[in-house]
């Protein structure tokens, strides 16, 4: 029998910590809580987790810098909990790679039903969509580091990347020269139900375009096929 999927909880309230394991695990899923970001490290160090409930408000390191930090050593999807609606602080924590954020107060259920699509969006991708793992990437006069997430120009200058850009790109680069759809790239590159703020992918695009140096009134690198979506027009060369 497969084993329950995995859910790591760090939220420096006891109550809705313990609450939600029970909830949780009464749905069949397996929880383990901690409640700052030292024990979630020591946590991920001994254990495989399959998706991360971060809380933004945590005693020392907060959560849009462990979010950011888990960027630049994992793919594992993470869902934001705060107690401040703010939309600056969605669109921060999206921004630093979560894939979806949720206000408090809000229910168990609506946790476990979000928790449920980005796992089954992230294991429904086609085979040919999913990425092959590379310590650096080669297109054009640039080279991405997968590792720490950086871009490098040709004349070796190192550009960190917002984790929205790291994500975005990495999907071109997994799929070059093959034209991506808005929804293809919505769900590669966040990997969850489409929301208002996902109607910015035209607006992500024109942020990396920039950041890459390719002229937006005639891009040479990332091009728009009309009706259809965008494409990588480059090759991409894989190293270990």
């Known amino acids: 029998m497969d084993r329950p999927d995995h859910i790591l909880i760090v939220d420096d309230d006891a109550e809705i910590r313990h609450l939600l394991r029970l909830y949780l695990e009464r749905n069949g899923l397996q929880a383990t809580t901690v409640g700052d970001g030292r024990a979630m490290w020591r946590a991920l160090d001994g254990a495989s987790f399959d998706l991360i409930v971060l809380d933004l408000m945590l005693p020392g390191d907060d959560g849009l810098t462990l979010c950011r930090t888990l960027r630049a050593k994992s793919d594992i999807p993470i869902i934001m909990l705060t107690a401040r609606g703010d939309e600056t602080d969605r669109i921060v924590g999206l921004e630093m790679g979560a894939d979806d954020y949720l206000p408090k107060p809000f229910s168990a259920r609506e946790l476990l039903a979000r928790i449920k699509v980005i796992l089954r969006r992230a294991r429904s991708l086609p085979t040919n969509l ?10 054009a006069d640039w080279v991405l580091d997968t590792v720490q997430r950086n ?46 703020l996902d109607r ?16 937006p009134r005639d891009p040479l690198l990332i091009k728009t096929v009309r009706g259809e979506g965008y494409v990588l027009a480059a090759t991409v060369s894989k190293e270990p």
């Open 130 to 139: 999913r990425p092959d793992e590379a310590a650096r990437l080669r297109f």
């Open 151 to 196: 871009l490098i120009s040709a004349s070796g200058v190192v550009m960190p990347i917002s984790g929205a850009e790291y994500r975005l790109l990495r999907v071109f680069l997994d799929h070059p020269n093959r034209v991506l759809n808005r929804d293809q790239l919505l769900d590669l590159s966040q990997g969850k139900e489409a929301g208002p």
């Open 200 to 215: 910015s992918i035209d607006v992500q695009v024109s942020r990396l375009r920039h950041r890459l140096g390719d002229d």
